[in-house]
């Protein structure tokens, strides 16, 4: 008698179900850009011959974001010239421009806007985060008010710049809102930069090098204005932007405003679904499996990208979510391989988070997790030379290190931090000078402040029915 | 008794085969011998130490070198600063960096691209020039003369000094390269003239374009004052120099090492015969397979450095064999094949870190044009001789000549 295959049945591992999985089994993933682009290929390369769905809600195929706040502002490239490389072909179904609206965990089906309910045997969630958006409604409406996260918004952004404008407002200076205002100043545009910390950067790199960043700015033109917040965008008769109001009482008359102020993850659509999905990503384990709300893991659903939240071996098991490209790249291959494998074959994710951004003439790269840090020595390099690296220390060991314009040193600093070095490290390097010998407070701002709410409530007495509730913050 | 390995290495008996003795190296992956340098033959301990900031490249932070056979004899550079390549940050920096403006990007993105059409110029007519088919010393008539023309073009020097500049370029070349059995007396005065000579040639192309600066580099290096200052006379000259020999002497083997690997592998020579394109991946396994630059001596550490259970001391003179670790199976699968179809191939052939080879991107392109120039014009190419005569260098290692012979030159 001919073998059926029955999706449904869950397999029990060993017994040819992988086998089959892999031969005609149904994989689908959410979100088809970086992270789900690379999982497809791996999938396929690996083996894959089942269907593949790949569900997307922008109408564009799989593109790259970094280029959106650099070449692209700069006119050197056009947004719609971002297209991802595909490394080998991926032969799967597309179904791009129709968001995914819901998940039904125990039917393994995934519901899209559109009224189709696609089934997985396994699924792949790498929707990503979207740019939060100017808090006050009306306000982000008005037209010259804009985000940075996708095509559409690089190539309106770069019309803008191209046109002209008097004067760019950019609301927040992380590495977003710093790329935007380092393209305005090479275009020669006059651009005002609200920051409602110390410095630029600070949330990632701390004070100590926040100040570099902020001379930098200064010293390219930039009017930089630190520690005040924009409390109102006012438009004009015809619905414009003309002017902004800071927290300190001045106004900055401006065309173009845009706003950087982080980022939210893309989970409001797994609300209900019982995954362990929240305002701070999707928790999964090492192995990029997806926690459900109750902690327990799951062994069909996986996380990759910007979207998901993993447990770290070298960070004490700390659960990070990393908006890197390199950390969406390499999580989408561990996910679509650990997808397709035996549990003893599966692999953990563990790749030292690396970070690249560049601005003002000057190359930007982190590795590690320097946000962790509490000090910080410049091992090599000047401070003042913009050229330096900064390794940063937690609790007598190496958590990170920054290079400004010393790239090629890094994978050195990448081993001390998987090696758990000393901190401060100990040894005469080339090049180091004197204001780098004793290292000083990193300068973070307060991290008592908390910033996301709680997410899961417990409720019920006895403890056969005491359950896990999710419960989106505000 | 058996040799040291530290002596089979050097010894030109094993010129046109080290790799045995790089195999053998590598079964202990920091090798040491009394009192001599610290050997140094795996991938990922060569990769890992051409990275670390404790390791120095300027001979001032080098300890006892008396027992380091490639260590420079005291004074032997003293007509000249040392060029970038032997000096550490922030002064390497800020020579590279400046070097760099008028040859690559960001400021300079097109300037080896732009020399297509002069590479294959000088190529096509280097192949033309070639005369007898029957007997051709590959190097003299070809892999020499093509980079020392390029790097003259580079440079800015005037077409009719390029005869002078040759035989300037060619006496250095030897003196990297000493003959045993030449006087080492008449040897030392023939390099020393020579670099004065090429020196106060430089001086004076650097005055005259001071005042007339073109588009060429030597041009745009003597007038830059970016951030970074003006370079002096004394480190523009010595920059000169570092581009000229080392701009040079690698490109000669590259080419030969390449045209030589691929008469011992015709079926690769008849595939890039058919696509001049597979000549990019194929340029890249050489630099893995044959590399020019075989091992990086002069380099030394600053404090004591625990590698593979060794401490290697404060001090010590290192060798960081490149061409061994490009053949480490635990690297590469099947390394000691030759294959351009090989896709994973993050080589050290070019090093890597802040002295990772300044002229990659030129020769690179140098050598694709050679060797695919040569792959369709020559007509059905074979050795006289396997192995070639080697030149007497372990570092820069190359044939001295290639003899081959074909049936004719295509047009
Ligand atoms: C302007 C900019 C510059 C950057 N520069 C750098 C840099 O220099 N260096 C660096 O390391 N990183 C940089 N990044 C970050 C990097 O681009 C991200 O880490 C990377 O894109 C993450 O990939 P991802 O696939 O996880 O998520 P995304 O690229 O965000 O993709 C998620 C996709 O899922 C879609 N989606 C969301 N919800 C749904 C749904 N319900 N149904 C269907 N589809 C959905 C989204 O629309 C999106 O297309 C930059 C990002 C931006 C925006």
Redesign the pocket.
């Known amino acids: 008698m001919p073998w059926t295959y029955r999706p449904r049945r869950c397999p029990v591992l060993g017994d040819g179900s992988l086998e089959r999985l892999k031969r005609e089994g149904r994989i689908v993933v959410?979100?088809?850009?970086?992270?789900?682009l690379r999982a497809a290929e791996t999938l396929r390369a690996e083996g894959f011959a089942g269907s593949l769905t790949m569900?997307?809600?922008?109408p564009h195929e799989p593109y790259d974001?970094?280029p959106?706040?650099k070449q692209v502002l700069l006119g050197r490239a056009g947004a719609d010239r971002t297209a991802l490389p595909r490394l080998r072909s991926v032969d799967a179904t597309w179904r791009l421009g129709v968001?995914?609206t819901g998940l039904e965990m125990a039917a393994r089906l995934v519901r899209l806007a559109d009224g189709d309910e696609v089934p997985y045997d396994r699924l792949l969630i790498?929707?990503?985060?979207r740019a939060r958006p100017w808090p006050r409604a009306a306000e982000a409406e008005l037209d010259g008010v804009l985000v940075?996260?996708g095509r559409d918004d690089g190539a309106a952004l770069a019309r803008r710049l191209a046109a002209g404008p008097k004067r760019v407002l950019v609301i927040g200076a992380g590495f977003?809102g710093s790329e935007i205002a380092s393209a305005c100043r090479e275009r020669g545009l006059p651009v005002t930069v609200a920051e409602r910390g110390a410095a630029p950067l600070v949330g990632a790199l701390g004070g100590v090098v926040g100040a570099v960043a902020a001379r930098m700015q200064r010293e390219h033109g930039v009017d930089l204005r630190c520690g005040v917040m924009v409390t109102a965008l006012e438009g004009d008769a015809s619905g414009r932007v003309r002017a902004a109001h800071l927290s300190d009482g001045s106004t900055v008359e401006t065309d173009v405003v845009i706003v950087s102020l982080g980022a939210t993850r893309?989970t409001e659509?797994l609300a209900g679904s019982g995954l362990g999905a929240g305002p701070r990503g999707i928790a999964c384990d090492a192995g990029c499996r997806a926690f459900d709300i109750r902690g327990i893991v799951t062994d069909d659903i996986y996380a990759?990208?910007?979207?998901a939240r993993c447990p770290h071996p070298l960070f004490g098991y700390q659960f990070l979510s990393l908006?890197?490209?390199?950390n969406?790249v390499s999580q989408a291959r561990i996910a679509a391989h650990n997808m397709i494998s035996e549990s003893t074959e599966r692999i953990p994710h563990m790749e030292v988070p690396a970070?690249?951004?560049s601005q003002f003439g000057v190359n930007i790269k982190s590795v590690g997790v320097p946000s962790l840090g509490t000090e910080i020595t410049i091992s090599q390099g000047a401070l003042d030379s913009h050229r330096f690296i900064g390794v940063y220390g937690y609790q007598g060991r190496v958590i990170g290190a920054v290079a400004f314009d010393h790239a090629r040193w890094l994978p050195f600093y990448q081993e001390l931090i998987e090696t758990t070095a000393p901190f401060p490290p100990a040894f005469p390097t080339v090049d180091r000078r004197s204001d780098g010998q004793r290292p000083v407070d990193a300068d973070f701002p307060d991290p008592s402040v908390p910033t996301h709410g709680p997410t899961v409530t417990v409720g019920g007495y006895a403890p056969a029915d005491r359950r896990m509730t999710f419960t989106p913050a505000h | 008794m058996t040799q040291s390995l530290l002596h089979q290495i050097l010894d030109y008996a094993n010129r046109a085969n080290p790799y045995p003795i790089y195999e053998q190296l590598r079964k202990t992956p920091v090798h040491h011998e009394d009192g001599g340098p610290y050997v140094i033959s795996t991938y990922y301990e060569i990769r890992s130490l051409l990275h670390d900031p404790r390791i120095s490249s300027d001979a001032r932070n080098l300890g006892s070198t008396a027992r380091d056979p490639l260590a420079e004899p005291a004074g032997e550079e003293s007509a000249l600063p040392p060029g970038f390549l032997r000096l550490d940050p922030p002064e390497h920096d800020r020579l590279r960096r400046m070097t760099n403006r008028p040859f690559g990007p960001p400021h300079s993105p097109h300037r080896v691209d732009g020399m297509r059409g002069e590479l294959h110029d000088i190529v096509s007519g280097l192949i033309d020039g070639i005369g007898d088919p029957g007997r051709i010393d590959l190097v003299e008539q070809f892999s020499y003369p093509f980079p020392v023309t390029v790097i003259c073009r580079l440079l800015g020097v005037p077409r009719e000094d390029e005869a002078r500049f040759h035989t300037w370029a060619d006496t250095l070349a030897a003196s990297l390269d000493p003959d045993p059995d030449a006087d080492p007396t008449e040897r030392g005065k023939g390099s020393h003239d020579a670099r004065m000579q090429l020196g106060m040639y430089l001086a004076g192309l650097i005055e005259e374009r001071r005042k007339n600066p073109g588009d060429d580099m030597l041009s745009q290096l003597a007038t830059a004052k970016g951030e970074d200052g003006p370079m002096t006379t004394m480190e523009l000259l010595s920059t000169a120099a570092l581009l000229l020999i080392a701009g040079h002497e690698t490109t000669v083997n590259l080419i030969t090492n390449g045209m030589l690997t691929l008469l011992r592998h015709p079926d690769v020579l008849q595939r890039l015969r058919e696509d001049s394109r597979l000549a990019v991946p194929l340029v890249e396994e050489l630099l893995r397979f044959e590399p020019p630059v075989q091992l990086v001596p002069q380099r030394t550490t600053l404090a004591d450095i625990e590698l593979r259970g060794v401490t290697i001391p404060k001090g010590a003179s290192l060798w960081l064999v490149l061409a061994s670790g490009n053949r480490d199976p635990q690297r590469f699968e099947d390394p000691d094949r030759f294959d351009p179809d090989r896709r994973d191939i993050q080589h050290l052939g070019l090093g890597s870190g802040i002295h990772s080879c300044f002229g990659a991107p030129l020769a690179r392109l140098e050598t694709q044009f050679a060797l695919s120039e040569l792959a369709r014009r020559l007509e059905n190419p074979r050795l006289l001789e396997d192995p070639p005569p080697y030149r007497q260098n372990a570092v820069l290692r190359g044939p001295r000549h290639l003899h081959i012979s074909c049936d004719g030159i295509r047009s």
């Open positions: 959410v979100g088809a850009s970086l992270a789900g569900i997307g809600d922008e974001r970094p959106l706040s968001p995914a790498a929707t990503g985060v940075l996260r977003t893309n659509w990759a990208g910007d979207v908006e890197h490209w390199g969406a970070f690249w951004s």
